[in-house]
């Protein structure tokens, strides 16, 4: 019978319980921390079906001789990627019009001096001195067939005024650019280091419809500066561009290279 002074041990809790319940901060703790957990993993899963996201383990021993594979994909939303780098520029290329070759002789002096053995001089000086300067030049004929649709970076044709005396004055030199594409920079280089290395002056009031709609600006591909130069008169200028050729050389090789060099 029961007294109020029972003393029969109240039944104990099981061992278990009596322990969660000693710890009860450290349960509560796991418990929210497992919580947390899951949703971290379930916020950052990547969206797909798969049970694992797109982490999937692959063994293929024909390929990898038995290895685990385990190739880990990442989806990145499509966007525009920017190219880092200017596109490749192609590579500098000069034509060099040595004037009338495979045609004709060009303007012929008194004693025989010829157009196109002053232009043939000049030109294949050029030729060495832009050859040094690391740049690809062609010399080319003046009706050349590589002139149809010639792309370049600059083609420049190499002309002497004639040999006939009409006065003191006619004594200079005159570049003309084509009026097909955008030749100033050229001219403008060509003018300036000419008139250096030569001590000569523009002798602009010549220059006739045959430069500026010379027959090459016509073939050449659009886009391709071009200029036509005509050295000197060989009459009054015959020093010049017989024994001084180099000078002349200097001033056009020198006017391509600044032209370059503004690209
Ligand atoms: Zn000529």
Redesign the pocket.
């Known amino acids: 019978m029961l007294t109020p002074f029972d003393d029969t041990p109240l039944p104990t809790p099981s061992p278990v319980w009596s322990f969660l319940w000693r710890n009860v901060g450290v349960v509560v703790f796991v418990a929210g921390a497992f919580v947390g957990m899951l949703f971290v993993y379930g916020y950052f899963r990547p969206s797909g079906e798969g049970e694992l996201g797109l982490v999937t383990a692959v063994s293929d021993a024909t390929t990898t001789s038995g290895a685990f594979v385990l190739p880990i994909t990442k989806p990145v939303a499509n966007r525009l990627v920017r190219q880092r780098f200017a596109p490749n520029t192609p590579p500098l290329s000069v034509g060099i019009i040595v004037?009338?070759r495979g045609n004709d002789s060009?303007?012929v002096c008194e004693d025989g001096l010829t157009?196109l053995a002053i232009n043939t001089t000049i030109a294949e000086k050029v030729f060495l001195l832009l050859t040094q300067a690391g740049i690809h030049t062609t010399l080319l004929d003046e009706f050349d067939d590589r002139l149809d649709q010639y792309e370049g970076t600059a083609l420049v044709s190499i002309?002497?005024d004639s040999c006939v005396y009409y006065g003191d004055d006619l004594t200079g030199f005159k570049v003309a650019g084509s009026s097909r594409t955008d030749s100033a920079v050229l001219v403008t280089c060509l003018n300036e280091n000419y008139q250096r290395t030569t001590g000569l002056n523009i002798h602009e009031n010549t220059i006739t419809g045959h430069m500026t709609d010379y027959h090459a600006f016509r073939k050449i591909a659009e886009g391709t500066p071009a200029a036509i130069v005509e050295t000197g008169f060989m009459y009054m200028d015959r020093v010049l561009l017989t024994t001084g050729s180099d000078a002349s050389a200097q001033g056009i090789a020198g006017g391509i290279l600044c032209f370059l060099e503004s690209r």
């Open positions: 004037g009338h060009g303007a157009e002309h002497a």
